[in-house]
C-alpha cells in the first residue's frame, strides 16, 4: 500500500470549511483514496473515498489532484463536533486498510 | 440500525491470563475485521474473515493470538498468556464485501489493559 503524509494537527474556526491535506505520492494507478475519522473512545468512522474524480456527499467533498498525488478532505462548514483525528488511507481494492498517524483537527468556537 | 458491537467494552486482565472478546457484526455483513490500536497510534490490521473463512491473518502479531468466525456472524478474539503489551483497544468492523464501494463500520472497541 502506497504511504500518506499529513500534517499532524490542524485547528479550524467553526462555522468555517477545514480542508485537510494528504500526500500519497507513491499512488499506484489502481489504488483509492480512503478517509475515516475517529472521535475520542470512539470506533473510525468512513468518510468518504475516490479513485481519481472529486467525490462528495452529505459529509464531506474529497478533492483529487489530477496526478493523484495528493488530496484534501474538505469538511464545508466544520462544527465542535468534527474534532478528531482524520485519516486518509491508499489502498487497493483488497482488504484491509492501513492507518497512518492521522490528523487531529481541533475545531474552536 | 444496529451497529457493530462488541464486548467487553473494557477488559482488565492480569499477565498470562487468557481472554476472549466478542464482535457482533452488522447483520448480512460478510466481511469481518479485526484491528488493534495502541494508545495515541492508528489502528493496525490483525485479521480478516469472509464469511466463516479467515482469509488473511497476516497481522497477528503472534501464535498467542487467535480468532474465529465459525458460522460466519459472531467472531471472538482470543489472547492466551496475556503479556502487558497487549494492552490496547481492539476493534472490530464490518463490511457488506470487499472494496473498493464497501465501506468497513467499526465497533467502539474492547479496551484490554494487562496488569
Known amino acids: 500500500d502506497a504511504k500518506t503524509t499529513q500534517p499532524t494537527s490542524m485547528d479550524c474556526a467553526e462555522g468555517r470549511a477545514a480542508n485537510l491535506p494528504c500526500n500519497h505520492s507513491?499512488?499506484?494507478?489502481?489504488?483509492?483514496v480512503y478517509w475515516y475519522r475517529q472521535i475520542h473512545s470512539q470506533g473510525p468512522q468512513y468518510i468518504i473515498h475516490g479513485l481519481k474524480n472529486n467525490e462528495t456527499n452529505e459529509m464531506a467533498s474529497l478533492i483529487i489532484t489530477e496526478d493523484r498525488k495528493s488530496s484534501t478532505l474538505i469538511l464545508p462548514h466544520a462544527t465542535l463536533r468534527d474534532t478528531a483525528v482524520y485519516y486518509c488511507i491508499v489502498r487497493v481494492a483488497e482488504s484491509k486498510l492501513v492507518f497512518g498517524a492521522g490528523t487531529i483537527l481541533r475545531v474552536k468556537s | 440500525g444496529a451497529g457493530v458491537s462488541q464486548s467487553p467494552r473494557y477488559k482488565v486482565a492480569k499477565r498470562g491470563q487468557d481472554v476472549a472478546l466478542r464482535c457482533d457484526p452488522i447483520s448480512g455483513h460478510v466481511s469481518l475485521f479485526w484491528y488493534q490500536q495502541a494508545l495515541g497510534q492508528g489502528p493496525e490490521f490483525l485479521t480478516y474473515?469472509?464469511?466463516?473463512?479467515?482469509?488473511?491473518k497476516s497481522g497477528l502479531p503472534s501464535d498467542r493470538f487467535f480468532a474465529e468466525r465459525p458460522e460466519g456472524s459472531v467472531s471472538t478474539l482470543k489472547i492466551q498468556r496475556t503479556q502487558q503489551e497487549d494492552s490496547a483497544v481492539y476493534l472490530c468492523?464490518?463490511?457488506?464485501?470487499?472494496?473498493?464501494?464497501?465501506?468497513?463500520?467499526f465497533g467502539p472497541g474492547t479496551r484490554l489493559t494487562v496488569t
Open positions: 474473515f469472509q464469511n466463516e473463512a479467515q482469509l488473511d
Open positions: 468492523a464490518s463490511s457488506l464485501g470487499i472494496f473498493p464501494g464497501y465501506e468497513q463500520y
Open positions: 507513491t499512488i499506484s494507478g489502481n489504488e483509492y
